[in-house]
């Protein structure tokens, strides 16, 4: 199995930036995608943004040009800038990725999701 640990959520003020991170352990041989998606009170999950293992990356309209994904390889872990945040912004973040593991003598290819962290964008 592959855990996914998310940190950096908070309370920040409209305008302001956090930085989230969300470092994956295992047994893990290799990690495809890697991602961000939110869920609001009421509302669906939604993507965020996802960035492949060579760099690629993509974005959900709302966040573009405010929102940065990145990823260390080497370190398994992938982040999530935040700035020019805004009220709507306000929801429970949580890191997702596609990776392949060692489990008992095989190794398996599957999708994780870390616990979420909340991010709160309010004066």
């Known amino acids: 199995q592959v855990q996914l640990v998310e940190s950096g959520g908070g309370l920040v003020q409209p305008g302001g930036s956090l930085r989230l991170s969300c470092a994956a352990s295992?047994?893990?041989?290799?990690?495809?995608?890697m991602g961000w998606y939110r869920q609001a009170p009421g509302k669906q999950r939604e993507l965020v943004a996802t960035?492949?293992?060579?760099?690629?990356?993509n974005y959900a309209d709302s966040v573009k040009g405010r929102f940065t994904i990145s990823r260390d390889n080497a370190k398994n872990t992938v982040y999530l800038q935040m700035n020019s945040l805004k009220p709507e912004d306000t929801a429970v973040y949580y890191c997702?990725?596609?990776?392949?593991?060692?489990?008992?003598?095989?190794?398996?290819?599957?999708?994780?999701w870390g616990q979420g962290t909340q991010v709160t964008v309010s004066s």
């Open positions: 960035i492949a293992s060579g760099g690629s990356s």
């Open positions: 295992g047994s893990i041989f290799s990690i495809g995608s």
């Open positions: 997702s990725a596609d990776s392949t593991y060692l489990s008992g003598r095989y190794f398996q290819t599957a999708g994780s």
